[in-house]
């Protein structure tokens, strides 16, 4: 009895050691680096970065395109903040309007004064900030590994081609063109040739 006892007890403490060696191979495998880390906080306040600028226009112009989508842009940044917490890193959302990186900063700035003149304008900055978004995102895709970050971000990119499709629709409805500032002209015309997409 003494004898199986210790066999088994080998046997279990065995297959512990190899279980935390897995889960540890499997943590760090997927540890974020500095870059991915900074990427991901600056994708939260470009995200912020949609959402404010969304109510702004929504309160500004009382159109209900920015009230919709803004809500989408509040999950974007659920959606970051959720790997920003599960690898505890710290991150920091200011009030409405205000954002951590000067860039970002002076965007939103400029998109409150040329918001301002007409509701054809801020259709014009809805497209231009999905626009952005889209391709910054598709950097961040091209920098990492991680494939939880990746999900994330195509997942995001899924949101804001939909939104494009929206802001640019509503744009032409006017009369009206979007000329794109950051997407090639292809990847453009690619995205607005596609049908709304179903994202996760």
Same mark, same amino acid.
């Given at each position: ?66 009230? /919709? ?6 999950? #974007?940044?659920?959606?970051? !903040?959720?790997?920003? +917490?599960? =690898?505890?890193?710290? $991150? ?62 195509? /997942? ?6 939909? #939104?494009?499709?929206?802001? !640019?629709?509503?744009? +032409?409805? =006017?009369?009206?063109? $979007? ?22």
């Amino acid at each position: 009895m003494r004898t199986k006892f210790f066999i088994a007890t080998a046997i279990v403490m065995a297959l512990f050691a190899f279980s935390c060696s897995n889960d540890e191979n499997n943590v760090n495998s997927e540890i974020l680096s500095q870059e991915e880390k900074d990427g991901l906080l600056f994708m939260l306040e470009e995200e912020k970065l949609a959402r404010d600028t969304y109510v702004y226009l929504y309160n500004l112009w009382g159109i209900n395109q920015f009230n /919709n989508i803004k809500n989408s842009e509040q999950s #974007h940044m659920d959606a970051i !903040v959720t790997i920003l +917490e599960q =690898n505890n890193i710290d $991150y920091t959302i200011l009030p409405q309007g205000q954002f951590l990186n000067e860039n970002l900063q002076s965007i939103y700035d400029q998109f409150v004064i040329n918001g301002q003149i007409s509701s054809s304008n801020a259709l014009q900055i809805g497209a231009t900030i999905e626009d952005l978004d889209i391709v910054d995102l598709e950097d961040y895709i091209n920098e990492t590994t991680n494939s939880v970050v990746i999900s994330t971000y195509e /997942n995001l990119q899924c949101g804001s081609r939909n #939104h494009l499709r929206s802001f !640019v629709s509503s744009i +032409e409805n =006017n009369g009206e063109t $979007y000329t794109p500032q950051y997407l090639s002209p292809e990847e453009y015309n690619n995205i607005l040739n596609g049908s709304r997409e179903q994202c996760n």
